[in-house]
C-alpha cells in the first residue's frame, strides 16, 4: 500500500502531464515567463513545505488530510496568469454538492480537461462532473498577495 508522500507524488506526476497537454494545446495564449507545468511544479513543491501549508492550506501536512482553500488560491493564480477566460472556464463543486467539500477548479476550453492542482489528495477521485461554471473572483483568497510571492520565489527557484 502507497504512502500519502507516495501519492502525492504520483499525483504530482500526472498533474504535471495534465499541464503539458493543456500548454501545448494553449501556448500561443501564454505569455508568461513559465510554463504551465513550470507552475503546476512550483505549487506542488509549495505544497509540501510545512511552513507554506501551514499558512496557506489550513492544516498541517503531517496530517495526511485533505486540505482547504489551496485549489481556490491556486486555480485563481493559474486562470490570472495563463489567459484568463480566453484559456480557462472556472468551475466549483458547492459544499451540499460533495461530502468532501467544495473544490475550486478549471476547465481547458481547448481540451476539455478539468484542472486542479490538488484535487487527488483527496480520499476518493474528485467528481468533476458535478462541478458548475462560477465567477472566479467570487472564492475567498485571503493573502493571494503574500502566496504569489511565494509562487514566485519558488519559480526563480526551479
Given at each position: 500500500?502507497?504512502?500519502?508522500?507516495?501519492?502525492?507524488?504520483?499525483?504530482?506526476?500526472?498533474?504535471?502531464?495534465?499541464?503539458?497537454?493543456?500548454?501545448?494545446?494553449?501556448?500561443?495564449?501564454?505569455?508568461?515567463?513559465?510554463?504551465?507545468?513550470?507552475?503546476?511544479?512550483?505549487?506542488?513543491?509549495?505544497?509540501?513545505?510545512?511552513?507554506?501549508?501551514?499558512?496557506?492550506?489550513?492544516?498541517?501536512?503531517?496530517?495526511?488530510?485533505?486540505?482547504?482553500?489551496?485549489?481556490?488560491?491556486?486555480?485563481?493564480?493559474?486562470?490570472?496568469?495563463?489567459?484568463?477566460?480566453?484559456?480557462?472556464?472556472?468551475?466549483?463543486?458547492?459544499?451540499?454538492?460533495?461530502?468532501?467539500?467544495s473544490v475550486v477548479f478549471l476547465k481547458?476550453?481547448?481540451?476539455?480537461?478539468?484542472?486542479?492542482?490538488?484535487?487527488e489528495h483527496y480520499p476518493t477521485a474528485?467528481?468533476?462532473?458535478?462541478?458548475?461554471?462560477?465567477?472566479?473572483?467570487?472564492?475567498?483568497?485571503?493573502?493571494?498577495?503574500i502566496f504569489l510571492k511565494a509562487l514566485?520565489?519558488?519559480?526563480?527557484?526551479?
Amino acid at each position: 500500500m502507497k504512502t500519502y508522500a507516495e501519492k502525492y507524488e504520483d499525483f504530482t506526476r500526472a498533474t504535471v502531464e495534465l499541464a503539458g497537454r493543456i500548454q501545448s494545446a494553449n501556448a500561443a495564449k501564454f505569455t508568461v515567463r513559465w510554463t504551465l507545468p513550470q507552475v503546476t511544479m512550483a505549487l506542488q513543491n509549495l505544497y509540501k513545505d510545512p511552513i507554506f501549508h501551514t499558512k496557506f492550506v489550513g492544516n498541517t501536512l503531517e496530517d495526511n488530510t485533505w486540505s482547504y482553500g489551496f485549489c481556490a488560491l491556486a486555480s485563481v493564480v493559474i486562470y490570472e496568469m495563463f489567459g484568463r477566460d480566453e484559456v480557462w472556464q472556472p468551475m466549483a463543486i458547492g459544499y451540499k454538492d460533495w461530502k468532501y467539500g467544495s473544490v475550486v477548479f478549471l476547465k481547458d476550453n481547448a481540451t476539455g480537461i478539468n484542472f486542479n492542482t490538488m484535487g487527488e489528495h483527496y480520499p476518493t477521485a474528485v467528481p468533476y462532473e458535478i462541478g458548475h461554471p462560477i465567477d472566479m473572483y467570487k472564492p475567498k483568497t485571503p493573502n493571494k498577495e503574500i502566496f504569489l510571492k511565494a509562487l514566485y520565489f519558488e519559480l526563480r527557484n526551479l
